[in-house]
């Protein structure tokens, strides 16, 4: 019998919280709610967390830190931010500080069920992906280790978002294939909605400007127009960005 998975919820609006509550058990998770940012701290560094459900604005520690704490944490716990702060800035930092996932307010609590639900199930594929297939991947100066969850490029560290580790990680296990932006959705992200595609855009954009010599004309990542993007077993000559 597999464990009960464990979600902390940071929230503090009351009704809210108590929905999530709701919503999240019925699906078989054991929730625990802070109602500040100090005691969802001091909840999340007490470890054994398969997933963090966090707000931004809260009293005491703010959001963002927490999100930025928990990432310099040993263990890897999948992110969701949920704020009232829906704008493109607000939801770029928290991605930059590791969040897996942004929910702007107010949204659907079967979405974010959704989304939680798919978030663990890509953490077990991931780890059991990287058991399967443990070794480094090297691929013309890109260096990926899927344990470790480390990459670098002509021996220089890239500092990557969690999602954006495993969209490149992804990207290099299948060189040359083509994925649309929904394949990418489905296989990466976990889920499949109609209308998230920029998510996939904004993504491979911001790893672009990583990777790549020139994002604006690409050589590792490319467009295939119509049809999607493709990882290229050799850097090819460079080409458009959109």
């Given at each position: 019998m597999r464990p009960v998975k464990r979600v902390l919820v940071v929230e503090d609006d009351a009704h809210i919280?108590?929905?999530?509550?709701?919503?999240?058990?019925?699906?078989?998770?054991?929730?625990?709610h802070a109602a500040d940012g100090n005691e969802g701290l001091r909840l999340l560094e007490e470890g054994g967390w398969d997933a963090l459900v966090l707000d931004l604005m809260l009293p005491g520690v703010d959001g963002l830190e927490i999100c930025k704490r928990a990432r310099a944490m040993a263990r890897y716990t999948p992110i969701i931010i949920t704020s009232a702060r829906s704008s493109e800035v607000h939801r770029i930092l928290g991605l930059e500080l590791g969040a897996d996932d942004y929910l702007a307010k107010p949204f659907s609590m079967l979405e974010l069920v959704a989304?939680?639900?798919?978030?663990?199930?890509?953490?077990?594929?991931?780890?059991?992906?990287?058991?399967?297939d443990s070794g480094v991947l090297e691929l013309h100066g890109l260096r990926i280790d899927p344990v470790a969850r480390v990459a670098s490029i002509e021996g220089q560290a890239l500092e990557l978002t969690p999602r954006e580790f495993d969209l490149l990680?992804?990207?290099?296990?299948?060189?040359?294939?083509?994925?649309?932006?929904?394949?990418?959705?489905?296989?990466?992200?976990?889920?499949?909605?109609?209308?998230?595609?920029?998510?996939?855009?904004?993504?491979?954009?911001?790893?672009?400007?990583?990777?790549?010599?020139?994002?604006?004309?690409?050589?590792?990542?490319?467009?295939?127009w119509g049809r999607g993007y493709k990882f290229a077993d050799a850097p090819s000559a460079a080409g458009t960005g959109a």
């Open positions: 919280a108590e929905l999530l509550r709701l919503h999240l058990r019925d699906e078989g998770y054991e929730v625990v989304r939680v639900k798919a978030l663990l199930r890509r953490v077990e594929a991931m780890a059991h992906n990287a058991r399967i990680h992804f990207f290099a296990r299948h060189p040359d294939q083509v994925f649309s932006r929904m394949d990418l959705l489905n296989q990466v992200w976990g889920y499949q909605h109609d209308g998230y595609e920029h998510t996939v855009n904004t993504h491979i954009n911001r790893l672009r400007a990583k990777i790549e010599a020139d994002p604006a004309h690409p050589r590792r990542i490319l467009t295939m």
